[in-house]
């Protein structure tokens, strides 16, 4: 951690707070790229894409001339570099996770969002733990082993304490063969306190998404509550990493804001935590904005960003921060997850429901925003085996400590593929044994042995897929 950072942030933002709104995000320099950008030579985008075919990134006025080509022919490399790239550092596969609603309560009121303080047409409920013991049961009968905990910001019905227990309670839940073995969390930022108690609580990542870097737009979109702070929320990633949590997640709501900006705003604050803690990054997430009962706003966005923007917008992500996982969610249809998978999504959830107690009770109206991809978790595997993929259910890194600065080290010079592949088979393999019906075995015994030609190990991974069949579980390097 540097010197200039070991007065508290707690600390620091009390002292800032007073000073203008001045932080790593400069508006003003982000809307002079974007306007450099406006009329690119197709040559100068060719460029860059060869360059970003070495893997080592783009920087923001790089990733600002992709972000403005409209070329078909520029289009079409931009793809298939961002396929390259994808596969190059990752392999063939998608890690899948499920989302776990706790509450719906929340004391912010953002007017995207179904849970808002002003929604009087959502019914509100926070779960017991016993009953987010009952949905982690059923999330681990269809196989999962990663789940993404997600709350609404109400410190009286929700506060860090309880967060903090049912974390415990999700680890120790066990159904059958199932267990969780890592806990990502989307919840309100915390102090780095509070992020210290979150640390020891063995989270995976804290994901925060700040939804617009745009100021102006970021304050009409948060009228009421802690949220309405945006320089808190902006340096609640500084505030967990200062606390000892190495893998965060960011991320914006596409709709708020120009989708330039906000894919440029991304690759400051990926370079700014680099910076500052040596690591960007573990994850970028790119919700577009879903309708939402009681959220009118949720139905006509003030940017909607069009299927072929959004494409644009994960290809250019995966060039520019290559080692960065990408989070696609089932705000997404079918057919445009497929489609973004080959553009550099790496991880993916799968069965969702965004209400407190969905996966017990169906769904029903207290629900954050609609889905556009209701398939099941065997669905979801089965229809991406068929695509080629290795579906992956893999925990290695955050289990042997490769995390944060380590991860990276990893992953930056393309080692990191030597883990993932032959991980996502091993837990492919587990699932299927223990979850899989006749028609995913099938098409899982063919996406296990054309990847296995890609490994390098085969005789070692070979003898550990013989061991899950014999009985053994929870394997990986
Ligand atoms: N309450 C915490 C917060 O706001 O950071 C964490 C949970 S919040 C339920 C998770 C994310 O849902 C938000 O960060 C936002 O990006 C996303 N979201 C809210 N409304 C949405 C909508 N209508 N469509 C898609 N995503 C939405
Ligand atoms: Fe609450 Fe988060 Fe929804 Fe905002 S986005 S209303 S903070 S749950």
Known sequence: ?????????????????????????????????????????????????????QLKGLTPAEAAVLLAAKDKKVLTQLFRAAR?????????????FAP??????CVNDCLYCGFRSGNTLLTRRRLTIPEIKAEVRLLEKEGHKRILLVAGEDPKTANVT?????????????????????LNVNIAPLSVADFRRLKKSKIGTFQLFQETYHQPTYKTMHIRGPKADYRYRLYGM????????????IGVLFGLYDFKFEALALL???????????????????PRIEPAVGAPLSL?????????????VVAVLRLAVPYTGIILSTRESAKMRNELFALGISQISAGSRTNPGGYSAGKHNAEQFSLHDSRSLLQVIKDISQLGYSPSFCTACYRLGRVGHDFMDLAKPGLIKQYCLPNSLLTFQEYLLDYGDKEAKKLGKKVIAKHLAGVKNKKLLLSKLKNLEAGKRDLYY
């Open 84 to 96: 390259t790239v994808k596969e190059a550092i990752y392999g063939k596969r998608l890690v899948l």
């Open 300 to 312: 006509n966005p003030p940017f909607q960003v069009t299927d072929e923007d959004f494409k644009k």
């Open 268 to 286: 400051y604050h990926a370079l700014e935590l680099e910076k500052e803690f040596g690591a960007g990054p573990h994850t970028i997430s790119v």
């Open 162 to 182: 309880f967060l903090l227990k049912a974390i415990k309670e999700i680890y120790a839940t066990r159904a059958g063969k199932g267990e969780i073995r890592r």
């Open 100 to 105: 776990l609603y706790t509450t719906n309560f």
């Open 238 to 249: 500084h505030r967990a990493m200062e606390a000892g949590i190495d893998d965060v997640g």
């Open 1 to 53: 951690m540097k010197a200039a950072l070991a007065l508290s942030l707690d600390a620091k933002t009390a002292i800032i707070a007073h000073l203008p709104m001045k932080t790593f995000i400069d508006e003003r320099q982000i809307n002079n790229l974007i306007k450099k950008a406006e009329k690119p030579p197709r040559q100068a985008a060719e460029r860059i894409i060869v360059k970003a075919l």
